[in-house]
């Protein structure tokens, strides 16, 4: 019998590692998008519209069931005409159904484009500018389903409130598109009260990073930099093995990909159970 075993897990690595090789996972890829597949298995082979955020309200919510969460929220900052917000609330949807668990999304926007600037180089006036990106805020309110709400106002005063008043679970994941280095940083509240009833880390993705443009002195890089000098119980950082393993590794989106440590949690948890040993990476 082990040795049966054994010939499955290596006949079962011969077939992943020949469907991953280019250009047959270009097939692979094109069947998954059009047959019934469990979603972690579609997310793995990118087979979606918006794979960034499928992939970040999958692992919200295999992060929220690792934990006993039954309810968490996900949120687009910047939400234009509502493709990204639409693919998200979609995604949470059937990632709900498939764990059993409720996920609320929330879309902020301003609903007027892109705001005031802050007036110099950090808002990047070389790639946008103010009115960009509108939104028809009742056309989008129409077109979302039940579990999908927005937050219509400047992320500089509706972040606070929706903490206070709206946010009544862990956060799981946010995606962040507000172009801006001042929006970025104002809307990076959010992240900051993290607490004991969260998440231990939170997929955070950042779609403004590495264009020819992009600095480290401007834009997200800038209010990402910002937010780790001024919280001591949070850290962002780049997720460098969200990539691991997987077919597509390659894909830009993938290098957008943050973890929010929610370092007072971790400092309180404890592993418990067998000595952990080293294991083959699986889907
Ligand atoms: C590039 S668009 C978002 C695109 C969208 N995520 C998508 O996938 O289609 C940027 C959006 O950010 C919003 N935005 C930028 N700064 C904002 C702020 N301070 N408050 C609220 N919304 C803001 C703009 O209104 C604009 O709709």
């Not at 480290?216 to 780790?228: D, K």
């Amino acid at each position: 019998m082990p040795l049966a075993n054994s010939l499955t897990k290596a006949f079962n690595q011969t077939l992943f590692t020949i469907a991953c090789e280019p250009p047959i996972r270009l097939l692979a890829r094109w069947i998954l998008r059009r047959v019934k597949a469990p979603l972690p298995v579609k997310s793995f082979w990118d087979a979606a519209d918006y794979p960034q955020y499928l992939f970040g309200v999958l692992k919200a919510a295999q992060f929220a069931r690792a934990q006993g969460l039954t309810r968490i929220a996900v949120a687009e900052m910047g939400c234009a005409g509502g493709r990204g917000l639409l693919a998200m609330a979609r995604h949470a949807q059937d990632l709900a159904r498939h764990f059993g668990i409720d996920i609320r999304v929330y879309g902020f926007d301003a609903g007027t484009g892109l705001p005031t600037f802050c007036g110099d180089y950090r808002d990047h006036p070389d790639a946008w500018k103010a009115g960009d990106f509108p939104m028809d805020v009742d056309r989008l309110r129409q077109a979302l389903p039940a579990n999908t709400q927005l937050v219509i106002g400047n992320v500089e005063d509706t972040v606070a409130p929706f903490l206070r008043d709206e946010l009544d679970c862990p956060l799981g994941f946010v995606a962040f598109d507000l172009d801006l280095y001042s929006s970025t940083r104002a809307a990076l509240r959010i992240v900051e009260q993290l607490g004991e009833r969260d998440l231990l880390r939170v997929p955070l993705y950042f779609d403004d990073l590495g264009y020819d443009w992009s600095h480290r002195r401007a834009g997200e890089p800038l209010a990402i930099e910002e937010f780790n000098r001024e919280n001591d119980a949070i850290i962002i950082e780049q997720w460098l093995h969200a990539s691991a393993a997987r077919p597509f590794h390659e894909a830009p989106w993938l290098k957008r990909f943050f973890l929010a440590h929610n370092l007072a949690k971790i400092s309180k948890s404890q592993l418990v159970g067998e000595a952990n040993r080293v294991h083959d990476l699986a889907y």
